[in-house]
């Protein structure tokens, strides 16, 4: 059976995935459009490495201008955001960049022990909304998401309308979405849907759609997914409103939707990395960023929404006032608590649980997703005499009966759960809720023993225990009597697929 593990936020379909590398690059010689910054009377001679995630033509000219204008060196390190965040990550022992220049801001806000408070000489001019309240990252631009699809591909009235409207059969594996641990904005539009239909299970059930009629096509960088729509590769990508506006002033025959439940705005930010060995020359750039001139030119240019109080509303485009956005909590997003720990786990491109590690590996959805995750142990029993009043049963595992609460009524073969660590040698003597077993063979693992045990139905289980004194070690051909600790199994009915007990801890 084919597997498929898929970290939500951290790695949404690793099977599909492609791995991206960042890549450095000089900044190419190109002219600026108009003026970008506040001018400098006197240039200052220096070097600025930046780690930015965004498209070349936005990078280019702004980084030219700045290079004109201040006379300092600037070398560019191109890279998905999450992989860049990783390297801000590794290097923070000895800093190599000195400005992290987009990526959304709550991707910064997650990683902000590794980057240095400023608050820029331009504070004052920027709409309150967007600014950060530690001041550990500065707004660049607000990015609306958006719903972009290809005229050629989706007939005339038949555009989604929504996002619950991605979740149509007839787009399944036609939706072009990046991986949101490698595209900040990816991960900010995944926050996005959440948010629109609850963080909460409500939530997780549209994910779990949602995911599923992608089909496995999950994209290595957000750049992928306007340029595959706008190239008919896909007929619908969830991308940023400037990048789908670009498309559409240069007259490709594509068009953009705002979701009817809502969607976000958040900004993408730049951020001082901490340590930075050119601290004056990143502090400069990045008032340089939110200058009057720079953020004229990304609206006129780039379409992009300027974060400035004096900037002028964009013509030819929705107004950020009639755009319905979504109840976006940023403390949530920012956290990823909720939803960067979470993964997936999958088979034959179905979703069979979505948790932490720690949930899945302690309270696994059913059989396929106990056996994906470390190692377990399966026995079978058999259940009988349940009792509705105490919706209890009697459970008999070998020579072990008892009572045991279940989920639902249920009577016939079970199959038992057990985790190799959780199992216990009690010794030589037989006791009650012990199994007799002989050893088979033994391995030394560093600091846990691996013990492999035959029981007396002839199946045979792992146990793990820590390492003792060599000769307090059991020896192969043993006998002995094992505590299969059954108050922490998991107990799945004959099937394996429903779990009718699941301990707690």
Known sequence: MKKAFTSIFASLLLVT??????????????????????????????????????????NNPIIKEFQDRTGIEVQLISGGTGDLLKRVQAEAVSPQGDVFWAGGADSLEAYKKFFEPYKTKENDNLLPEYIDKNGVWTPFAALPMVIMYNKELVKAGEEPKSWNDLLDPKWKGKIAYADPAKSGSSYTQLVTMLTAFGKDDKGWDFVKKFVKNLDGKVLSGSGLVYKGVADKEFALGITLEEAALRYVEGGAKVGIVYPSEGTSAVPDGAAIIKGAPNMEQAKQFIDFLVGKDVQSLIQ??????????DAEPIQGIVQTKDIKLVNYDFDFAASKKDVSDRIAVMSEGVIQQIASPEDIYSYPANKFVSNFIGTSNFIEGHCSGYN????????????????????????????????????????DEPGERLVRGTIDSVTFLGEKVSYTVRLSDDSVIEIQEHAIEPHRMRKAHQTVYVDLQLDKATIFDE????????AAY
């Open 17 to 58: 995935t492609l791995v991206g590398c960042g890549t450095e690059q000089a900044a190419p010689q190109k002219t600026a459009s108009g003026d970008t910054g506040t001018k400098n009377e006197s240039k200052k001679a220096g070097k600025l490495t930046l780690y930015s995630p965004n498209a070349a033509e936005v």
């Open 300 to 309: 006129k240019e780039f379409k992009r929404r300027s974060v400035r109080k």
């Open 388 to 427: 509705e009043a105490a919706q209890e049963a009697s459970l008999r595992l070998l020579e072990t009966q008892w009572s045991q609460k279940l989920s639902r009524p249920y009577e016939g073969k079970v199959l038992f759960s057990l985790r190799p660590e959780r199992i216990r040698l009690r010794g």
């Open 495 to 502: 099937s394996g697929k429903e779990v009718l007990y699941r």
